[in-house]
Each structure stands twice: as C-alpha cells, then as structure tokens.
C-alpha cells in the first residue's frame, strides 16, 4: 500500500498535481494504537506524582498528581484527535504542520510517564537536564551533518570525528591543564578527519559511504590502540582532563524549570547554542548559505555562475568535521572528565538519523537529536523510579525511535539533489 497520492489541482485553468504523503497519519494512528495499550494495561498504583522543581530552585513549584486512568484515557482521545486532523490536511492535498507531530509527542509522553511512573515520583527537571545533556554530541554531529551534505557530501564519518575529538580534548587538556586547548584540539582532529573524507570523496571520487565507513573504523582502531599503549600507560598525565565547570546565567538560570536546564550549563552547552543559531541563520540568509545550497541541489548550474563547485564542498565539509569535533570533546571535558574506548557508542550513526530525520534542516535536526537524547534518558529515569516497564524495552528504546525516523514515517525526506554524487567539471 502506497503511502504518497497524487492530488489533481488547478490553477488558472491548468491541471497540476500535488504529491501528498500520507506517513504523517499512519505514524500518529501507530502511536495512538500504542497509546490505547496504557489504558488496556492496568497498573498497581492509581497516580503518579512529578517533581517540577529541585531543592535548589529560587522558586519552588509544588509536585503535580495526576490520576492514572483518566489521564491516559483522555491523552488517547487527543492522540486520536490529532491523527484525525492529520489525516484531514493530507486528504486536502496540504503539508501537515510542524506543531502537529510536536504537540502529538509531549502528549503521548505525557500518556506514557503517568502509566510508567505510576506509585512513583518522576523528577521532571533530571530527565530535561539529561536530555539536554546526552543530546550535546548529537546535536553537534548533527550539524556537521546538515552542512556536509547540504553541500553534496554523504558524512558516514560523523562517528569518527566525534572519537577523534573526544580522544585529542582529553589528551592535549591533560598534558596542558587547558580545557580550551583541549576544545581546540578536538576542532583540528575532526577537521583532519573531514580532510580525508573530503579528499577521497571529492578530489579522488572514491565512493563516500564507503569512505565514511573506513574512516569509522580506522578511528576506532588508532583511538583504541593509543588508548591501551600511551594512554593507560600514564593516565594522571595524559588522561586526567579538567572539565569545563557550569556557568549560570544570571537571572535566566532562575526560570523556574528550563532555567537549571538550559542556562545552568558549561561553555560546550552554549557553544551548541550558538551554533545551532548561526548555522541555521547563515544557511538561510547568507551568500555563504546560498552558495552551500546551490552547490547540493544543482552544482552545474552553481559552476556556470562562477561557484568552485569542489572548493565550496572541501572547506564545508571541513567546516562540518570542527563542530562534529566539538561535540567530541563534550565528553571528556564536559560529562565523563577521561577517555576510554569507543565512548560514543554509535551515536555518530543517531547524529546522522537524525540529520535526515530533520530534513537537512539545523533546526529540525536539533529537535531530532532532543528527541533521541530524550530517549536515552527516559531509560535511566524510569530505571531509577523502578519503574515497571521491561528494562531491555528501555534499552531499545532510542535505536527503535532511530529506526521509525530513518523510514521516514514523519513525512517525506528529500535529501539535498547532488548528495553523495561526485562533481566532474565537464
């Protein structure tokens, strides 16, 4: 069964068609279905407290107590209704709004903590703050993704730039002492591995799947080896970094709830902030942005203006791999404080899901890599509150919500016209 139609339309008395995608719907009527699961399911508890302020806040909230069953069962009749909503946009041949899936989420999760965390207090401030935090690299290798292959180059590397920054931060911080030389370090390893990436993929035409996978591993092998020869070797010298310590923002870091969350936090956090805001703005408003996206959507037609084609693509994928690094380097001066092997765990793979989960677009990927952050949290929070849910469903939790974005059951996911393609000048 297809999941696109084609709408005839007319306009001034010509017949066009409209390609509408009916993912949207379906996804929402599966987590609906689920959604009626928690009200099937019955728990031993018949409310479920959350925690909206911490012992340390200015402002103290009082914990909000919702019953069980009745707030499961009206979360249903709001999912249903969303869906219906959804089903009757891409019926009339129009694009699903943004605020639809949003809102579908926060009430399906709304549905799912009250059933999961029933007879149990759920801090909602330590599942925001992990999310944020367990999002940081993500959203970084997220953006190296979005530049790279807006730009025409498929970055498989994203994972071996992020090992490579982690292990260059802890290393050169240890040895110096210098967090911020630990930072920079991470922004060179990445761009080192950008360069070869670029170079084979761009100057060479190797195949940049097969690059990017080469490069992963060859990451993970120098990286683990350096590890267990030097490293480990003399840890109190060479893997010992200090961290980055948190500075609140004076009167924002008082907003009852998103204030510890997000304003709270080390110079990496912020730099995420800032990156996110200028990559989006520079993409969009920029000669720069413009001629990034001519050359991933049309780079003949870019060439024939007078844009270098494979320069434009070199240096923005270089580009990409410093703040892929960046988000490396949160690891062991922002979270962990030391290197160890293969310490991101994959989520180079996540950042490039959620790339296309967001469309190719910075703020959209940011939301994705939020969500896959969010994710990985959740099973910690639940797993702490002993809560019922089987804990190897929690453990697959961010690799199943990787896999529905990867289908693209969100909605259509055009990459970029020229992505992956190499550009001979004829």
């Known amino acids: ?165 982690a292990f260059s931060s802890a290393l050169v911080a240890s040895v110096t002492g210098n967090p911020y030389l630990g930072l920079a370090a991470a922004a060179v390893a990445g761009v080192l591995v950008s360069f070869v990436l670029a170079a084979f993929a761009i100057k060479y035409f190797v195949d940049q799947v097969i690059v990017g996978v080469v490069l992963n591993v060859l990451v993970i092998g120098l990286t683990s080896f350096l590890f267990s020869q030097v490293l480990s070797e003399n840890t109190a010298l060479l893997n010992t970094p200090p961290r980055f310590e948190r500075l609140p923002i004076p009167v924002l870091s008082e907003i009852p709830i998103i204030g510890p969350v997000l304003f709270q936090q080390t110079i990496i956090v912020y730099s995420m902030y800032l990156a996110v805001a200028l990559i989006t703005f520079a993409m969009f408003r920029t000669r720069w942005g413009l001629r990034m996206r001519a050359v991933g959507e049309h780079p003949t037609a870019a060439d024939t203006v007078g844009i270098k084609v494979n320069a434009t693509r070199f240096w923005n994928v270089s580009l990409g791999g410093a703040i892929a690094g960046f988000g490396g380097a949160f690891f062991t001066l922002g979270s962990v404080g030391a290197f160890n092997k293969e310490m991101t765990a994959g989520l180079g793979f996540i950042a490039l899901a959620a790339v296309i989960f967001g469309q190719w677009h910075p703020i959209k990927a940011t939301l994705a890599a939020l969500l896959f952050g969010f994710a990985t949290n959740l099973q910690n929070v639940l797993g702490v509150i002993g809560s019922p849910v089987p804990s190897e469903f929690m453990l697959m939790l961010p690799y199943v919500v990787t896999i529905f974005a990867v289908a693209g059951l969100v909605g259509i996911s055009r990459a970029p016209a020229a992505d992956g393609k190499p550009y001979i000048k004829s």
């Open 1 to 165: 069964m297809s999941t696109t139609a084609a709408v005839p339309q007319r306009i001034a008395g010509l017949e066009t068609t409209t390609i509408t995608s009916w993912r949207t719907p379906i996804a929402l009527g599966i987590f609906t279905l689920i959604s009626l699961a928690f009200v099937l399911i019955p728990t031993d508890a018949t409310q479920s407290t959350f925690r909206i302020s911490t012992l340390n806040d200015v402002i103290q909230l009082p914990d909000i107590v919702l019953p069980v069953l009745p707030t499961v069962i009206a979360a249903v009749l709001v999912l249903a209704l969303f869906t219906g909503y959804a089903s009757w946009v891409v019926a009339g041949g129009r694009k699903v709004p943004l605020w639809v899936p949003i809102l579908f989420a926060i009430v399906f999760m709304l549905a799912f903590l009250t059933w999961a965390g029933a007879g149990a207090t759920i801090p909602i401030p330590g599942l925001l703050a992990g999310t944020v935090s367990l999002s940081v690299p993500l959203v970084f290798g997220a953006m190296a993704g979005v530049i790279s292959e807006r730009v025409g180059v498929v970055n498989i590397a994203i994972e071996g730039q992020l090992l490579g920054g």
